[in-house]
């Protein structure tokens, strides 16, 4: 067989540079993967029961470009979803990421308006603040706020996730969930957030 272009793997890189090219350049292409099916990591099929399973874990997709949601739509058609995170601190239900709805569930109403004022004044409404970052705030409030996420919700689950302490890990992974300046209690803050209707083994089919 000849191919114009060889693309290893099947998951969203290979399949939109495979679709890209095919479509748009109107050339020969392969690709191959060392899995036994397309969508990587992304991979879903009904089980047993029809079930729809994520073979892998749960992919939400979510992102904040429309030329990329108005792409992909081409291939699937979508159902509404917004991803939702609770975790118990202290006995109490609270919404992750940490935002100023955390706040109102763990600290007294004096305190967190003394917190959310100063958190305001510091980063302003809707930042996205990294724990680490927080941690470096010179305000005595504010510390005692970094301290406390910080051992109550990041320290625990790194340790178990990667067997590292926060602060040994790159800023990029502790930035993924970082402190919402916000009542924003959505886990992602993406304008477009779906899950394909038919699921992604569906639409990487439709792509390839």
Avoid: C
Avoid at 4 to 31: M, N, P, W
Avoid at 113 to 128: S, T
């Amino acid at each position: 067989m000849r191919v114009d272009y060889l693309i290893v793997g099947a998951g969203f890189t290979g399949a939109t540079l495979a679709e890209r090219i095919a479509s748009q350049l109107d050339k020969k292409v392969l690709v191959v993967d060392r899995r036994f099916h397309i969508g990587d990591n992304a991979y879903d099929e009904y089980d047993e029961q029809g079930v729809l399973v994520h073979r892998y874990g749960p992919h939400i997709f979510h992102t904040s470009s429309k030329k990329v949601w108005d792409y992909l739509s081409r291939f699937t058609e979508w159902r509404p979803y917004y991803h939702r995170v609770r975790a118990v601190v202290e006995g109490k239900e609270i919404p992750l990421p940490f935002s100023l709805a955390s706040l109102r569930k763990l600290f007294s109403e004096r305190l967190a308006d003394k917190l959310e004022e100063k958190l305001l004044a510091q980063f302003g409404y809707g930042a996205r603040v990294p724990i680490l970052r927080l941690k470096e705030v010179q305000d005595e409030d504010l510390r005692f706020l970094a301290d406390y996420v910080y051992r109550n919700v990041f320290e625990g689950y790194t340790l178990k996730q990667w067997g590292l302490r926060p602060e040994d890990l790159s800023p990029s992974v502790t930035g993924r969930v970082p402190i919402l300046v916000s009542y924003d209690e959505r886990y992602f803050q993406d304008p477009y957030q779906a899950m394909p209707r038919e699921g992604y083994t569906v639409l990487f089919r439709r792509m390839l």
